[in-house]
Protein backbone atom coordinates (compact mmCIF):
# COMPACT_ATOMS: atom_id res chain seq x y z
CA UNK A 1 0.00 0.00 0.00
CA UNK A 2 1.15 3.62 -1.08
CA UNK A 3 1.96 5.68 2.24
CA UNK A 4 2.40 8.93 0.30
CA UNK A 5 1.83 9.67 -3.38
CA UNK A 6 2.69 13.03 -5.63
CA UNK A 7 0.38 13.24 -8.12
CA UNK A 8 0.76 15.31 -11.03
CA UNK A 9 2.45 18.61 -9.38
CA UNK A 10 3.34 21.27 -11.18
CA UNK A 11 4.86 24.24 -9.07
CA UNK A 12 7.03 27.76 -10.39
CA UNK A 13 8.17 30.46 -9.11
CA UNK A 14 7.33 34.31 -8.80
CA UNK A 15 10.62 35.89 -10.86
CA UNK A 16 11.54 39.52 -12.00
CA UNK A 17 10.73 38.14 -15.68
CA UNK A 18 7.73 36.40 -14.27
CA UNK A 19 6.49 33.35 -12.82
CA UNK A 20 8.49 30.16 -14.46
CA UNK A 21 7.64 27.05 -14.34
CA UNK A 22 10.03 24.54 -12.30
CA UNK A 23 8.08 20.94 -11.82
CA UNK A 24 5.81 19.64 -14.49
CA UNK A 25 3.57 16.97 -13.41
CA UNK A 26 5.58 15.20 -11.04
CA UNK A 27 4.39 12.09 -9.50
CA UNK A 28 5.40 9.40 -7.48
CA UNK A 29 4.78 7.02 -4.89
CA UNK A 30 5.73 5.74 -1.66
CA UNK A 31 5.22 2.34 -0.80
CA UNK A 32 4.50 1.90 3.24
CA UNK A 33 7.85 0.41 4.90
CA UNK A 34 9.56 0.88 1.56
CA UNK A 35 12.73 3.16 0.29
CA UNK A 36 12.26 5.45 -3.18
CA UNK A 37 15.30 7.13 -4.02
CA UNK A 38 14.53 10.06 -5.90
CA UNK A 39 17.94 10.32 -8.37
CA UNK A 40 19.16 13.26 -10.87
CA UNK A 41 21.60 16.01 -11.10
CA UNK A 42 21.71 19.13 -8.79
CA UNK A 43 18.92 21.42 -10.16
CA UNK A 44 16.67 18.93 -11.03
CA UNK A 45 13.89 19.88 -9.01
CA UNK A 46 14.40 16.59 -6.20
CA UNK A 47 14.81 19.50 -3.60
CA UNK A 48 11.49 21.18 -4.05
CA UNK A 49 9.41 18.25 -5.38
CA UNK A 50 10.11 16.53 -1.68
CA UNK A 51 9.74 20.38 0.44
CA UNK A 52 6.29 20.59 -1.32
CA UNK A 53 5.31 17.57 0.43
CA UNK A 54 5.98 19.51 3.95
CA UNK A 55 5.01 22.73 2.65
CA UNK A 56 8.09 23.74 3.42
CA UNK A 57 8.50 26.42 0.35
CA UNK A 58 9.65 30.02 -0.64
CA UNK A 59 7.34 32.70 -0.76
CA UNK A 60 8.32 33.06 -4.37
CA UNK A 61 7.23 29.46 -4.89
CA UNK A 62 3.56 28.92 -5.81
CA UNK A 63 2.29 25.36 -6.83
CA UNK A 64 0.28 25.28 -9.79
CA UNK A 65 -2.02 22.31 -9.51
CA UNK A 66 -1.38 18.83 -8.42
CA UNK A 67 -1.90 16.72 -5.24
CA UNK A 68 -0.18 15.06 -2.62
CA UNK A 69 -1.64 12.04 -0.71
CA UNK A 70 -0.72 11.05 2.46
CA UNK A 71 -2.22 8.05 4.19
CA UNK A 72 -1.77 8.00 7.66
CA UNK A 73 -0.98 4.76 9.91
CA UNK A 74 -2.55 4.88 12.91
CA UNK A 75 -1.33 2.51 15.44
CA UNK A 76 -3.32 0.77 17.82
CA UNK A 77 -1.13 1.10 20.66
CA UNK A 78 1.52 3.77 20.88
CA UNK A 79 4.43 2.39 21.92
CA UNK A 80 6.64 4.39 23.97
CA UNK A 81 9.91 2.73 23.30
CA UNK A 82 11.13 2.94 19.63
CA UNK A 83 13.00 -0.56 20.03
CA UNK A 84 9.76 -2.23 19.97
CA UNK A 85 8.20 -0.59 17.05
CA UNK A 86 7.85 -3.26 14.48
CA UNK A 87 5.81 -3.14 11.43
CA UNK A 88 4.41 -6.40 12.19
CA UNK A 89 2.37 -3.87 15.12
CA UNK A 90 -1.41 -3.47 14.00
CA UNK A 91 -2.63 -0.48 12.59
CA UNK A 92 -5.06 0.84 10.59
CA UNK A 93 -4.49 3.71 7.94
CA UNK A 94 -7.00 6.82 8.25
CA UNK A 95 -8.65 8.63 5.67
CA UNK A 96 -6.17 9.91 2.61
CA UNK A 97 -5.41 13.56 3.27
CA UNK A 98 -4.07 15.72 0.40
CA UNK A 99 -1.54 17.97 2.56
CA UNK A 100 -1.33 20.41 -0.38
CA UNK A 101 -5.31 21.62 1.15
CA UNK A 102 -4.71 21.26 4.65
CA UNK A 103 -4.92 24.54 7.07
CA UNK A 104 -1.41 25.49 8.29
CA UNK A 105 -2.08 24.04 11.73
CA UNK A 106 -3.02 20.86 10.85
CA UNK A 107 0.41 20.75 8.32
CA UNK A 108 2.40 21.83 11.37
CA UNK A 109 0.91 18.66 13.31
CA UNK A 110 1.92 16.48 10.40
CA UNK A 111 5.71 17.68 10.34
CA UNK A 112 8.03 15.72 12.21
CA UNK A 113 5.72 13.91 14.02
CA UNK A 114 4.64 11.96 10.91
CA UNK A 115 6.53 12.96 8.45
CA UNK A 116 10.43 14.03 9.13
CA UNK A 117 13.33 16.00 7.23
CA UNK A 118 16.60 14.77 7.48
CA UNK A 119 18.31 18.11 5.84
CA UNK A 120 20.66 18.21 3.44
CA UNK A 121 23.85 19.90 5.89
CA UNK A 122 24.36 18.28 9.06
CA UNK A 123 27.00 20.57 10.07
CA UNK A 124 24.60 23.85 10.10
CA UNK A 125 20.82 21.85 11.20
CA UNK A 126 22.25 21.74 15.01
CA UNK A 127 21.93 24.77 17.06
CA UNK A 128 25.68 25.43 18.12
CA UNK A 129 24.61 26.92 21.59
CA UNK A 130 22.58 23.71 22.95
CA UNK A 131 23.65 20.25 23.55
CA UNK A 132 22.53 16.94 21.50
CA UNK A 133 20.25 16.07 24.37
CA UNK A 134 18.45 19.54 24.46
CA UNK A 135 17.65 19.51 20.67
CA UNK A 136 16.49 15.71 20.59
CA UNK A 137 14.45 16.62 23.95
CA UNK A 138 13.27 19.42 22.54
CA UNK A 139 11.81 17.41 19.56
CA UNK A 140 10.10 14.82 22.04
CA UNK A 141 8.49 17.26 24.09
CA UNK A 142 6.86 18.69 21.47
CA UNK A 143 6.02 15.63 18.99
CA UNK A 144 5.56 13.06 22.51
CA UNK A 145 4.38 14.99 24.90
CA UNK A 146 6.92 12.80 27.12
CA UNK A 147 9.11 14.53 29.77
CA UNK A 148 11.35 13.98 32.66
CA UNK A 149 12.78 10.26 32.47
CA UNK A 150 10.73 9.39 29.57
CA UNK A 151 11.64 11.52 27.39
CA UNK A 152 15.28 11.05 28.28
CA UNK A 153 15.38 7.68 28.13
CA UNK A 154 12.71 7.85 24.42
CA UNK A 155 16.29 10.26 23.55
CA UNK A 156 19.22 7.56 24.82
CA UNK A 157 17.29 4.59 22.86
CA UNK A 158 16.76 6.92 19.66
CA UNK A 159 20.51 7.50 19.97
CA UNK A 160 21.36 3.96 20.53
CA UNK A 161 19.77 2.69 17.49
CA UNK A 162 21.72 4.84 15.02
CA UNK A 163 24.63 3.73 16.98
CA UNK A 164 25.65 6.14 18.75
CA UNK A 165 28.27 4.52 21.22
CA UNK A 166 27.72 6.01 25.40
CA UNK A 167 24.44 7.44 24.48
CA UNK A 168 23.92 8.57 27.58
CA UNK A 169 27.10 10.57 27.96
CA UNK A 170 26.61 11.75 24.75
CA UNK A 171 23.35 13.71 25.33
CA UNK A 172 25.26 16.51 27.17
CA UNK A 173 27.73 17.21 24.06
CA UNK A 174 27.28 19.89 21.86
CA UNK A 175 27.63 19.50 18.21
CA UNK A 176 30.93 20.82 17.68
CA UNK A 177 32.34 17.98 19.24
CA UNK A 178 30.27 15.48 16.87
CA UNK A 179 32.16 14.43 13.63
CA UNK A 180 29.82 15.03 10.35
CA UNK A 181 28.81 11.40 10.53
CA UNK A 182 27.47 11.76 14.31
CA UNK A 183 25.83 14.85 13.66
CA UNK A 184 24.25 12.96 10.90
CA UNK A 185 22.98 9.98 12.71
CA UNK A 186 22.03 12.77 15.55
CA UNK A 187 19.88 14.17 12.93
CA UNK A 188 18.08 10.84 12.06
CA UNK A 189 18.08 10.13 15.75
CA UNK A 190 15.46 12.91 16.14
CA UNK A 191 13.01 11.79 13.17
CA UNK A 192 13.22 8.36 15.31
CA UNK A 193 12.49 9.82 18.50
CA UNK A 194 9.21 11.25 17.04
CA UNK A 195 7.87 7.44 15.55
CA UNK A 196 7.56 8.96 12.10
CA UNK A 197 5.82 7.03 9.35
CA UNK A 198 8.02 8.67 6.51
CA UNK A 199 11.62 9.93 6.62
CA UNK A 200 13.01 12.24 4.17
CA UNK A 201 16.46 11.86 3.82
CA UNK A 202 17.77 14.72 1.32
CA UNK A 203 21.37 14.02 0.24
CA UNK A 204 21.62 12.71 3.61
CA UNK A 205 25.52 11.58 3.12
CA UNK A 206 26.62 15.52 1.71
CA UNK A 207 30.25 15.96 2.74
CA UNK A 208 30.89 12.34 4.30
CA UNK A 209 33.30 10.01 3.23
CA UNK A 210 32.48 6.88 1.75
CA UNK A 211 33.36 4.66 4.84
CA UNK A 212 30.69 7.07 6.68
CA UNK A 213 28.31 7.03 3.72
CA UNK A 214 27.91 3.69 3.92
CA UNK A 215 26.91 3.89 7.70
CA UNK A 216 25.04 6.25 7.02
CA UNK A 217 22.95 4.28 4.31
CA UNK A 218 22.82 0.74 6.33
CA UNK A 219 21.25 2.69 9.15
CA UNK A 220 18.20 3.83 7.11
CA UNK A 221 18.38 0.76 5.74
CA UNK A 222 17.96 -0.56 9.31
CA UNK A 223 15.20 1.81 10.14
CA UNK A 224 12.96 0.38 7.05
CA UNK A 225 13.51 -3.20 7.39
CA UNK A 226 13.14 -3.07 11.28
CA UNK A 227 10.74 -0.44 12.64
CA UNK A 228 8.88 0.30 8.93
CA UNK A 229 9.30 3.58 8.31
CA UNK A 230 9.08 4.47 5.00
CA UNK A 231 11.81 6.54 3.51
CA UNK A 232 12.09 9.53 0.28
CA UNK A 233 15.99 9.49 -0.22
CA UNK A 234 17.15 12.26 -2.50
CA UNK A 235 20.36 12.07 -3.91
CA UNK A 236 22.84 12.34 -6.75
CA UNK A 237 24.72 9.29 -6.21
CA UNK A 238 23.04 6.51 -7.88
CA UNK A 239 25.43 4.05 -6.56
CA UNK A 240 24.40 4.92 -3.26
CA UNK A 241 20.83 3.44 -3.38
CA UNK A 242 21.80 0.30 -5.37
CA UNK A 243 21.59 -1.77 -2.45
CA UNK A 244 19.38 0.39 -0.48
CA UNK A 245 16.26 1.52 -2.55
CA UNK A 246 13.48 -0.71 -3.53
CA UNK A 247 12.41 1.77 -6.13
CA UNK A 248 14.09 4.31 -8.03
CA UNK A 249 12.65 7.74 -10.06
CA UNK A 250 14.81 9.52 -11.86
CA UNK A 251 14.50 13.48 -12.33
CA UNK A 252 15.62 15.84 -15.37
CA UNK A 253 14.54 19.59 -15.23
CA UNK A 254 11.47 19.48 -13.29
CA UNK A 255 10.06 15.67 -14.72
CA UNK A 256 9.89 12.33 -14.14
CA UNK A 257 12.06 10.73 -16.76
CA UNK A 258 12.17 7.06 -15.37
CA UNK A 259 10.76 5.34 -12.56
CA UNK A 260 11.30 1.81 -12.20
CA UNK A 261 11.91 -0.96 -9.23
CA UNK A 262 15.98 -0.85 -8.38
CA UNK A 263 17.01 -4.10 -9.50
CA UNK A 264 14.84 -3.78 -12.82
CA UNK A 265 16.34 -0.36 -13.04
CA UNK A 266 19.68 -1.18 -12.97
CA UNK A 267 19.19 -4.10 -15.48
CA UNK A 268 17.85 -2.80 -18.16
CA UNK A 269 17.68 1.30 -18.04
CA UNK A 270 15.55 2.64 -20.97
CA UNK A 271 16.11 6.31 -20.89
CA UNK A 272 18.59 7.87 -22.63
CA UNK A 273 18.78 10.16 -19.60
CA UNK A 274 18.90 7.25 -16.92
CA UNK A 275 21.67 5.40 -19.32
CA UNK A 276 24.05 8.83 -19.43
CA UNK A 277 23.44 9.30 -15.18
CA UNK A 278 25.00 5.23 -15.04
CA UNK A 279 27.98 5.70 -17.33
CA UNK A 280 29.05 8.62 -15.99
CA UNK A 281 29.43 6.29 -12.47
CA UNK A 282 33.22 5.70 -11.81
CA UNK A 283 34.15 1.75 -12.03
CA UNK A 284 37.07 -0.35 -10.65
CA UNK A 285 37.24 -1.89 -14.61
CA UNK A 286 39.91 1.11 -15.79
CA UNK A 287 37.42 2.32 -18.09
CA UNK A 288 37.57 6.56 -19.40
CA UNK A 289 35.00 7.91 -17.03
CA UNK A 290 32.07 9.00 -19.47
CA UNK A 291 30.01 12.28 -18.78
CA UNK A 292 26.97 13.77 -20.16
CA UNK A 293 27.36 16.72 -22.22
CA UNK A 294 26.44 20.46 -21.56
CA UNK A 295 24.52 21.83 -18.17
CA UNK A 296 20.73 20.81 -17.01
CA UNK A 297 18.74 23.88 -18.16
CA UNK A 298 17.64 26.56 -15.27
CA UNK A 299 13.95 27.42 -14.94
CA UNK A 300 14.88 30.85 -17.04
CA UNK A 301 15.48 28.69 -20.20
CA UNK A 302 12.59 27.79 -22.36
CA UNK A 303 13.12 24.04 -24.16
CA UNK A 304 10.50 22.96 -25.94
CA UNK A 305 9.70 19.35 -26.13
CA UNK A 306 11.67 16.88 -24.12
CA UNK A 307 13.89 18.99 -22.10
CA UNK A 308 16.88 16.42 -22.30
CA UNK A 309 17.06 16.84 -25.98
CA UNK A 310 20.24 19.63 -26.38
CA UNK A 311 21.89 17.20 -24.07
CA UNK A 312 20.61 13.76 -25.89
CA UNK A 313 23.01 11.33 -27.67
CA UNK A 314 19.62 10.05 -29.43
CA UNK A 315 17.82 12.81 -30.38
CA UNK A 316 15.19 12.91 -33.05
CA UNK A 317 13.13 15.24 -35.12
CA UNK A 318 10.17 14.80 -32.54
CA UNK A 319 12.09 15.10 -29.32
CA UNK A 320 12.39 19.72 -29.66
CA UNK A 321 8.28 19.37 -30.63
CA UNK A 322 6.56 17.30 -28.27
CA UNK A 323 6.92 16.56 -24.92
CA UNK A 324 7.00 12.68 -24.00
CA UNK A 325 4.37 11.10 -22.08
CA UNK A 326 5.57 9.06 -18.59
CA UNK A 327 4.37 5.58 -20.24
CA UNK A 328 4.82 2.20 -18.62
CA UNK A 329 7.14 -0.32 -21.08
CA UNK A 330 6.88 -3.51 -18.68
CA UNK A 331 4.87 -3.41 -15.69
CA UNK A 332 5.95 -1.00 -12.73
CA UNK A 333 8.92 0.30 -15.52
CA UNK A 334 7.72 3.79 -16.25
CA UNK A 335 9.80 5.83 -18.95
CA UNK A 336 9.37 9.13 -20.72
CA UNK A 337 11.02 8.72 -24.14
CA UNK A 338 10.10 9.20 -27.82
CA UNK A 339 12.31 6.03 -28.15
CA UNK A 340 9.50 4.22 -26.85
CA UNK A 341 7.12 5.57 -28.65
CA UNK A 342 8.74 4.12 -31.62
CA UNK A 343 8.78 0.59 -30.91
Known sequence: MNILEVKNLNLGFETEAGFKQALFDVSFALEKGKMLALVGESGCGKTISAMSILRLLPKTARIVSGEIIFREEERGKREKEISNLSPLHPFTISPEKNL????????????????????????????????????????????????????TQKAIEALELVQIPSARERLGVYP???????KQRAIIAMALACNAQIIIADEPTTALDVTIQAQIMN??????????????????????????????????????????????????????????????????????????????????????????????????DICPNEIPQLIEIVPNHFCACHLQGEK
Not at 176 to 182: C, K, L, N, P, T
Open 176 to 182: HEFSGGM
Open 219 to 316: ILDNIKKEIGTSILLITHDLALVEDSADMISVMYAGKIMESAPTKEFFKNPTNPYSKALLKSLPSNKGQKLAIIEGQPPTIQQNISGCKFNPRCEFVM
Open 100 to 151: LTLPPKEIEQIRGSKIALIPQDPMTSLNPLYTIGNQLLEVIEKHQGLKGKEA
